[in-house]
């Protein structure tokens, strides 16, 4: 298949409006200033304050400003630096032992007596030489300008409790203007919907040790269900952690749920001023609540891999909480992909609102919701140069008792070895990120490899090591084959002739090379076959370790069959718009109809044992639960062995997917779709199709009318089928007739052929006149890429004026 070009490269006809559309979502890391309230669980409404910037200004309460405008009332943990916003060059230090106060002095990060810490009962403590911890107290108990001093750390003494911690807006789901809110701080207050808009009655932080849903505005605030019946409203109370009706949880389906009921947090309307109650957990949309900005907002996601060993990396199998870290093979996955933010959390890409938690000494690491104020969730990095994540409240360090795929991560006291080391890598830095074994195909322990990164190295047949960077590939958006171990090094030929002795090496990568083009599995038989006017592929004369590569005249031969995990979406055929995907990586999920996106959780890889394997853990693969038909299609660990798992594909030119005469099947293109194995028919239910590309939402340009009318209607065809004319439609993203087109340019006549990619790598569909010599009124068709001539590829144009939905596009000269 040709790749599109690039939309600078070409000049669109008059009348055409090409439409790409992105998304980016770049955020800095942002700074988190926050009030220290007294939260001794008195009346008062007192927060830490200083009266000047001056070093040596006394620590005291004072009454907390409402409007969080009072920079003297405002502090950052940075790291273990409590700093002022008034004078960021200013941090909290003790003077002394024991009864000591708590005053400013300059910033020292390496000062002992200036680094502070957050536990789950509210303390800000610090630890002496000796490894003991002294905490904040208040000298004077509840009383306005009371000294804040360190004392002895006791938990039943409520003068050592402050409310520390970072505040999220929390927006409905189907929304991102429409928050949780307290319209007053009064108890009682029913909590509504809002615009979100940073107002301190939309900030809310839920402390995970309590389970309180803190209001910003009077951390003395906290929501509470009203009864225990089904329909209550939920307003504000005096905080009380022994009060049932006040303690929620943040669950895997996205709802803040009661602790102790199943009654979730509900809206039945985006209206601003709708009140929220509490109904049975039902994980509908109108329960779904996300935290914006709890697990803070770096985006600094790098990649945490086993110390020498390219090939493991620390991940998660699913973003629900309580999902155990493991070992996973080192992927773009963002289930890989982690933050330290300037909380110390270790923060994944996948969901922002999870962080690594430690359980407890010898016990396994999981991830939670994100708790600034739990220093269980409180993590270094590379501390003193020895490569430990190192929990800074434990003194325990991020431990892997084998390197083997799946792998437990525990935590054990801080040793120094090997065990313990894991090194930080950023995904866009290249290394062995994307990169992928070569295997011949039907092969577990030959792979492509090089025994050096020298120019001129030849590429032989090696043992497969997946931690061996001179064994992993990345086929990349140029063609071209690139070397993990040098990422400057390409496979290329030697000649253009089909020869033994034209043998594959490593050379310096050039776009610009022809013979380092390559392309995979074009054709759907598994070969590296050459671009350009050559037709050469890569070929092996033996299985023996050593034996070379080389450039051969491509026959279909098993010698010219690789396995590379080349992922690719797989769609209802001619619907570009649906992908086959799961919503999590858990044994047991069902394979349901998604909207296609890039995510991982939509690639698949169909390998040499008829598996199916999914991009997001490639240790899962598609498995039908029974022999009988109608059987639903799930997720199960991956099993060679299993034909429950083996599904060959279009073996008879069918589109199907065959696992012992039943096929995958959906009754209907619409998102949520139960995909089933059902008794084959040749059925269009039972036709699939690869892209590598994600689908329609990627794939090529949808074409509207330039009239100013902003895609009021679309160019559409009705079936992509060879003989199928174009039409206008409604410009409607579910529409599975608003297909994508392709600009080739040709060259020879100065003109374009726009076609669709219609999944077949070797024939697209592209639209001539209906006519050979083409007329104002003549139509415009679709016929097989191999039918087009030069005289029929133009510069084409349409008259769009006047025309309805459902009426034919006609050529229309521009002379």
């Known amino acids: 298949m040709r790749g599109t070009t690039s939309i600078s ?14 998304s980016a979502n770049a955020q800095g890391t942002q700074e988190q200033y926050n009030p220290i309230n007294f939260a001794s669980g008195t009346s008062t409404n007192y927060c830490v304050a200083v009266s000047s910037t001056s070093t040596g200004t ?15 009332q405002l502090w950052e943990l940075d790291g273990e630096l409590l700093r002022l916003k008034a004078n960021t060059d200013r941090c909290a230090r003790r003077t002394g032992g024991t009864s000591s106060d708590v005053e400013l002095d300059f910033c020292d990060s390496n000062a002992s007596d200036q680094q502070w810490n957050v536990n789950d009962n509210q303390n800000l403590y610090i630890e002496d030489a000796n490894g003991a911890n002294y905490c904040w107290d208040s000298a004077s108990g509840s009383s306005l300008g009371s000294l804040i001093e360190i004392s002895s750390c006791a938990t039943s003494d409520s003068n050592q409790r402050f409310d520390y911690g970072t505040y999220s807006e929390i927006e409905i789901f189907t929304s991102s203007d429409r928050c949780l809110s307290a319209t007053s701080t009064s108890t009682g207050n029913t909590l509504e919907l809002q615009t979100c808009n940073g107002n301190m009655l939309r900030l809310w932080r839920l402390d995970t040790s309590t389970y309180l849903l803190h209001l910003r505005q009077d951390p003395r605030r906290c929501a509470s269900l009203s009864s225990t019946s089904s329909g209550n409203v939920v307003n504000l109370r005096e905080c009380s952690d022994g009060d049932s009706l006040q303690r929620w949880e943040y669950n895997s389906d996205n709802e803040l749920q009661s602790r102790d009921r199943n009654l979730c947090q509900q809206w039945n309307s985006e209206d601003t001023g709708q009140e929220i109650r509490a109904y049975s957990c039902d994980g509908g949309q109108d329960q779904e609540w996300r935290f914006l900005n709890q697990g803070g907002s770096s985006t600094d996601y790098m990649r945490y891999q086993v110390r020498d060993n390219s090939g493991r990396c620390l991940g998660v199998g699913s973003t629900s909480v309580g999902t155990q870290l493991e070992l996973y093979n080192c992927d773009d996955n963002d289930l890989r992909l982690w933050a330290l933010n300037e909380n110390e959390q270790l923060v ?64 054990l006291s801080c040793d120094g070895a090997s065990d313990q080391e894991w090194e930080q890598v950023d995904p866009s830095d290249g290394g062995s990120d994307g990169y ?104 092996y004369d033996s299985t023996s370790v050593g034996t070379s590569i080389t450039a051969r005249t491509c026959d279909g031969g098993s010698d010219q069959e690789f396995d590379f995990s080349f992922y690719e979406v797989i769609n209802p055929r001619g619907n570009g718009n649906r992908c086959m995907g799961v919503d ?6 069902t394979i349901e109809l998604f909207d296609c996106n890039d995510s991982d959780m939509r690639l698949w890889y169909h390998d040499s044992n008829d598996l199916i394997r999914l991009k997001a853990d490639n240790n899962r693969c598609a498995a039908r639960t029974s ?30 997917f065959d696992s012992s005469n039943l096929c995958l099947q959906y009754n209907s293109e619409d998102v949520g779709e139960t995909i089933r194995a059902s008794s084959c028919d040749s059925g269009s239910d039972q036709e699939w199709e690869f892209s590598s590309s994600g689908g329609g939402s990627t794939d090529g340009y949808v074409l509207f009318p330039n009239n100013g009318n902003d895609c009021d209607k679309c160019i559409g065809v009705n079936g992509v089928s060879e003989g199928s004319f174009l039409k206008w439609i409604n410009c409607d993203v579910s ?27 070797s024939d697209d569909l592209c639209v001539v006149p209906d006519d050979s010599i083409p007329s104002s009124g003549t139509k415009l068709k679709l016929v097989s890429e191999s039918g087009v001539t030069n005289s029929q590829t133009l510069l084409w144009y349409y008259n769009d004026a006047g025309n309805d939905v459902n009426d034919d596009i006609t050529h229309w000269s521009s002379e």
């Open 436 to 539: 992928e074994l070569v295997r011949l195909r039907g092969s577990s322990n030959r792979c492509l490899g090089v025994d050096g990164t020298s120019t001129g190295t030849q590429v032989e047949v090696l043992e497969c090591d997946s931690g061996n960077n001179n064994r992993l590939w990345r086929l990349d958006s140029n063609n071209r084959l690139r070397l993990a171990a040098n990422t400057d090094r390409c496979a290329s030929r030697d000649s253009s002739s089909s020869s033994s002795s034209n043998f594959i090496s490593i050379e310096s990568c050039s776009n610009n090379d022809d013979k380092q083009d390559w392309e995979y599995n074009v054709n759907r038989d598994y070969e590296f076959q050459s671009g350009g006017s050559t037709t050469l592929c890569f070929q």
């Open 627 to 656: 022999s009988s038909s109608g059987s639903r299609v799930e997720l199960q660990s991956c099993n060679s062995g299993s034909s429950s798992q083996q599904f060959t594909y279009d073996s008879a030119g069918d589109f199907e």
């Open 735 to 761: 529409d599975s007739d608003r297909v994508r087109f392709i600009d080739y340019p040709d060259l020879s006549s100065g003109g374009s052929q726009w076609c669709i990619d219609d999944g077949d790598a």
């Open 58 to 72: 006394q620590l005291r309460l004072e009454i907390c400003d409402d409007s969080a405008s009072d920079d003297l």
């Open 348 to 411: 994944l890409k996948a969901n922002s609102n999870r962080c690594a938690e430690r359980v407890g000494s010898g016990s396994t690491v999981e991830i939670q919701q994100c708790n600034t104020g739990d220093s269980s969730q409180r993590v270094r990095y590379d501390t003193n140069s020895d490569y430990e994540l190192r929990f800074t409240s434990s003194g325990q360090c991020m431990q892997y008792d084998s390197e083997s795929f799946g792998e437990s991560i525990i935590t």
């Open 584 to 589: 999590s990586t858990s044994t047991g999920t």
């Open 9 to 22: 490269s070409f000049v669109v006809p008059l009348s055409l409006l090409l439409i790409l559309v992105a």
